[in-house]
């Protein structure tokens, strides 16, 4: 039995012998062709044409297959080169969004008296229990333990620990930070302490007070941290209690802490007094 393989390779030494014979023939006669010669024409052409039509597919399946090759490698270097254009631009708006926040950082600087250091967020505590934050700033940069942190929305926090090149921040919406605040409107004071969620609680404002929900809570400047006049939030909730003497508030803080990027850590005497509303 003989293999289609055999048999495919044999019909090609025929066709290619053949082919030669024709030439042959046709080489060493310059004169009319002969009845043989037409013979093996007749003979051999429908083999040619078989031979010539698989010649050229195997040409063109070639031929293909390197324009597919050369294709892949060109779309490749184009996905490389479109990457390379993209990172580029994201960085570009990365720039110009930071750029406005720094512009933003830097209008309120002239609002605050004495020396500041700006400093950028580089890391937070993924513990659900304390809310604080790593900044890129520390001792060799002015930066001191308990010094407030802030920026143009508002209360950030205070500094509880600091090394060389960086620094911890508690931030106000922490169950340990504590601000003495007041109420911009009615004057009514109070301590505002981190509360369950990112909100604050607005304690120790007596029931006599009337506050309203919108009412701002600025810093009152009593508590030796905070500068007066500094913007903590603005009330959410009041429940007035049946009994006691203190009536409960809830503080939406200005600042959104989910998107602190860049913060003020500020070096102030704390009789120095901000503008109200500031």
Same mark, same amino acid.
């Given at each position: /039995?003989?293999?289609?393989?055999?048999?495919?390779?044999?019909?090609?030494?025929?066709?290619?012998?053949?082919?030669?014979?024709?030439?042959?023939?046709?080489?060493?006669?310059?004169?009319?062709?002969?009845?043989?010669?037409?013979?093996?024409?007749?003979?051999?052409?429908?083999?040619?044409?078989?031979?010539?039509? /698989?010649?050229?597919?195997?040409?063109?399946?070639?031929?293909?297959?390197?324009?597919?090759?050369?294709?892949?490698?060109?779309?490749?270097?184009?996905?490389?080169?479109?990457?390379? =254009?993209?990172?580029?631009? %994201?960085?570009?708006?990365?720039?110009?969004?930071?750029?406005?926040?720094?512009?933003?950082?830097?209008?309120?600087? %002239?609002?605050?008296?004495?020396?500041?250091?700006?400093?950028?967020?580089?890391?937070?505590?993924?513990?659900?229990?304390?809310?604080?934050?790593?900044?890129?700033?520390?001792?060799?940069?002015?930066?001191?333990?308990?010094?407030?942190?802030?920026?143009?929305?508002?209360?950030?926090?205070?500094?509880?620990?600091?090394?060389? =090149?960086?620094?911890?921040?508690?931030?106000?919406?922490?169950?340990?930070?504590?601000?003495?605040?007041?109420?911009?409107?009615? =004057?009514?004071?109070?301590?505002?302490?981190?509360?369950?969620?990112?909100?604050?609680?607005?304690?120790? !404002?007596?029931?006599?007070?009337?506050?309203?929900?919108?009412?701002? !809570?600025?810093?009152?400047?009593?508590?030796?941290?905070?500068?007066?006049?500094?913007?903590?939030? =603005?009330?959410?909730?009041?429940?007035?209690?049946?009994?006691?003497?203190?009536?409960?508030?809830?503080?939406?803080?200005?600042?959104?802490?989910?998107?602190?990027?860049?913060?003020?850590?500020?070096?102030?005497?704390?009789?120095?007094?901000?503008?109200?509303?500031?």
């Amino acid at each position: /039995m003989f293999s289609k393989r055999m048999i495919l390779l044999a019909v090609v030494t025929l066709i290619v012998a053949a082919n030669i014979i024709l030439l042959t023939v046709s080489g060493k006669q310059k004169q009319a062709s002969t009845g043989l010669s037409r013979g093996v024409l007749i003979l051999v052409y429908p083999f040619q044409q078989q031979l010539t039509e /698989m010649v050229q597919s195997i040409k063109d399946v070639w031929n293909q297959y390197f324009f597919l090759v050369y294709t892949e490698h060109e779309n490749r270097r184009l996905k490389v080169e479109l990457g390379k =254009r993209f990172e580029r631009l %994201n960085n570009c708006v990365e720039l110009e969004l930071e750029n406005g926040r720094l512009r933003h950082l830097l209008g309120f600087e %002239n609002v605050l008296p004495g020396p500041m250091v700006a400093a950028r967020v580089i890391g937070r505590d993924p513990s659900s229990w304390s809310k604080t934050v790593i900044v890129d700033k520390g001792t060799h940069d002015g930066v001191r333990q308990a010094a407030p942190v802030v920026i143009p929305e508002g209360v950030v926090g205070v500094v509880v620990d600091v090394s060389t =090149r960086n620094a911890k921040v508690l931030l106000l919406i922490d169950p340990n930070s504590a601000v003495d605040a007041i109420v911009q409107q009615t =004057r009514a004071r109070g301590i505002v302490k981190g509360g369950e969620s990112d909100f604050c609680i607005f304690e120790y !404002v007596l029931r006599k007070h009337e506050l309203s929900v919108g009412d701002t !809570v600025v810093s009152s400047g009593l508590d030796s941290v905070f500068p007066k006049g500094l913007r903590i939030g =603005r009330v959410s909730e009041i429940v007035r209690l049946n009994a006691g003497i203190f009536q409960k508030v809830s503080v939406t803080p200005t600042v959104d802490f989910e998107i602190l990027e860049e913060v003020f850590i500020l070096s102030i005497p704390v009789t120095e007094e901000l503008s109200e509303g500031s």
